[in-house]
């Protein structure tokens, strides 16, 4: 009787893949593909309990990879955008029991997802969550320049001379810092309303600034996120980001790499 073997590539099976080992670590979360290369040189990567140091193996879906002692599970990557509410943390979890984007996103996706950089309590906007480890650091890491752009409220109208100061820059207590672009509200009717593009991801950066010069924020609102604009986007609610979108982020978070 013969017997046939089936294909390791067999696309009849929706489940079965055949992938590179770097593009499998890096889909992990661990690193990029880049990094990942190095990791399968020095022999910290092993398949069925064999290390492997070959450049281009590629895995099969039934195969246990493990990095060290830690066992790698090639993942979904799933991208939101939230417009989160006012009185809600930027959290995964919170211990006193409040509110988190986390419980927004209950019900996006059977993916574990987690925000990507934070917002205060009391700021509004655009933030986002995703699975993907590699691209969330590159959106956070301040080497990368990825700007931001905020509508702020603010207690009194702001003069001409504060404006330039903040397009200068000040010196804060942990070291300094610029708007990249300031313009008023209302198409400069309203100095109140101010809305500022920035690439620091500092903590409460765009508040304390204000509060430098003797500003209080009253409302703060993120309106975009590394290009990614609100729109139509509600307050409280979310999307998942187009393949353009995700594209437009990879590609851009590559190229703002300072140098």
Do not use: W
Request: charge should be positive; include cysteine.
């Amino acid at each position: 009787m013969l017997i046939m073997k089936k294909s390791r590539n067999n696309k009849s099976d929706k489940n079965a893949y055949e992938v590179r080992l770097n593009k499998f670590i890096a889909d992990a979360g661990v690193c990029s593909r880049r990094e990942a290369d190095k990791l399968i040189a020095a022999g910290d990567i092993s398949v069925n309990g064999k290390k492997i140091t070959e450049m281009g193996y590629k895995v099969q879906s039934t195969d246990t990879v493990k990095y060290g002692r830690k066992l790698l599970s090639r993942q979904r990557f799933k991208y939101f955008m939230l417009n989160k509410p006012k009185d809600c943390i930027t959290t995964a979890d919170d211990p006193q029991g409040r509110r988190t984007v986390m419980d927004i996103m209950d019900d996006a996706c059977s993916e574990r997802i987690y925000p990507v950089g934070r917002l205060d309590r009391n700021t509004t906007g655009l933030i986002m969550c995703t699975n993907d480890g590699h691209l969330a650091k590159r959106l956070t890491h301040p080497s990368y320049n990825v700007m931001k752009t905020y509508t702020a409220e603010l207690s009194k109208g702001i003069s001409d001379e504060n404006k330039e100061k903040l397009l200068k820059g000040l010196e804060l207590e942990d070291g300094y810092t610029k708007f990249d672009k300031v313009e008023f509200g209302d198409k400069g009717r309203n100095r109140k309303v101010v809305i500022v593009t920035l690439h620091s991801g500092k903590n409460r950066i765009v508040r304390r600034m204000f509060n430098e010069l003797g500003y209080e924020v009253q409302k703060l609102d993120r309106i975009t996120f590394a290009g990614i604009k609100k729109e139509n986007l509600t307050r409280g609610n979310y999307r998942a980001l187009t393949k353009k979108e995700i594209g437009f982020l990879k590609m851009t978070s590559k190229n703002s790499n300072a140098k």
